[in-house]
C-alpha cells in the first residue's frame, strides 16, 4: 500500500516540477524570500517520502511539521510581511543566522494575520485545520514525547504511514500552487489542479482547498 502510493507521489511531484518550470516574476525580496521558504518546504517533502521510503517512521513528522512551517512562512512572507522585515531577511541573507534579528511572529500568529487577505482564506483555512488536529502529535515528535515512544513500541500501521504522506502531498502541492503566483504566469494554477485529479489517492485535500483563491499572478 504505503510503496505504491510513494510511486504515485514521486510521479506527482514529477508533474509539479514539469508545470512549474519558469523563472520567478521578478527578483523582489518579498517574491524571492518567498520562492525560497516554499523550496524549503518542497524539500523537507522529499525528506519525509524518503524517510517514509527507508521505514524511518518516527523521523517524518518531524519533516512534516518543518515542511508546514516553511509553507507559512512563504505565504506570510508574501501577503503579510513588513519592508523591515524583508529587509531583515535579506540582510540575513549576507551577513548570516541571526545576525540581522529579523523577528518573525509565531505560526498562530503568521495565520492570524492572513486571516486579514482574504485572496487566500480557502489555503489559510486548510492551514488552520493542519495545526488544529496535527500540531500536537508533530511536537510530540519533534521533542521525543508519548507518540514517538508509543509508536516505537506498538509500531506503525500502513495506514498511519499512508496518513501522512498524504498530509506531505498536500502541504507540497499547496507550495506548488504558491509558487506558481510567484511566477506571475497565468493558467499555471489551473494547471496544478488537473494533476489535483489525475493523483487523487495522493492528496488529502479537494481543490477547493487548496490555495486557488489566490491571484494567478502578482501584484
Excluded at 518579498?30 to 517520502?49: C, D, K, T
Excluded at 524511518?56 to 501577503?79: G, T
Excluded at 501522512?164 to 507550495?175: D, K, V, W, Y
Aim: glycine share 4%.
Amino acid at each position: 500500500m504505503l510503496e505504491q502510493l510513494l510511486l504515485r507521489s514521486d510521479l506527482l511531484m514529477q508533474n509539479i516540477q514539469e508545470v512549474l518550470h519558469h523563472p520567478l516574476y521578478d527578483h523582489s525580496a518579498r517574491i524571492g524570500l518567498s520562492a525560497e521558504y516554499v523550496i524549503l518546504s518542497l524539500e523537507h517533502a522529499a525528506a519525509v517520502r524518503c524517510l517514509l521510503e527507508a521505514g524511518i517512521m518516527s523521523s517524518a513528522p518531524v519533516l512534516l511539521r518543518c515542511q508546514f512551517e516553511s509553507l507559512l512562512r512563504a505565504m506570510w512572507v508574501f501577503y503579510c510581511s513588513s519592508g523591515e522585515t524583508l529587509e531583515k531577511l535579506e540582510t540575513s541573507l549576507l551577513t548570516g543566522p541571526d545576525q540581522a534579528n529579523a523577528s518573525m511572529p509565531t505560526a498562530s500568529g503568521m495565520l492570524n494575520e492572513l486571516d486579514a487577505v482574504p485572496l487566500v482564506a480557502a489555503a489559510v483555512a486548510t492551514l488552520r485545520e493542519f495545526q488544529t488536529y496535527s500540531w500536537k502529535p508533530l511536537n510530540s515528535y519533534v521533542h521525543s514525547g508519548d507518540h514517538p515512544l508509543w509508536r516505537q513500541v506498538t509500531g506503525y500501521p500502513p495506514e498511519l504511514s499512508c496518513q501522512l504522506l498524504q498530509q506531505s502531498n498536500g502541504l507540497a502541492f499547496m507550495a506548488a500552487m504558491q509558487l506558481a503566483i510567484l511566477t506571475g504566469v497565468n493558467g499555471l494554477q489551473k494547471e496544478l489542479l488537473k494533476l489535483n485529479d489525475r493523483f487523487r489517492e495522493c492528496l488529502p485535500m479537494q481543490p477547493e482547498a487548496n490555495p486557488s483563491a489566490t491571484p494567478t499572478s502578482v501584484p
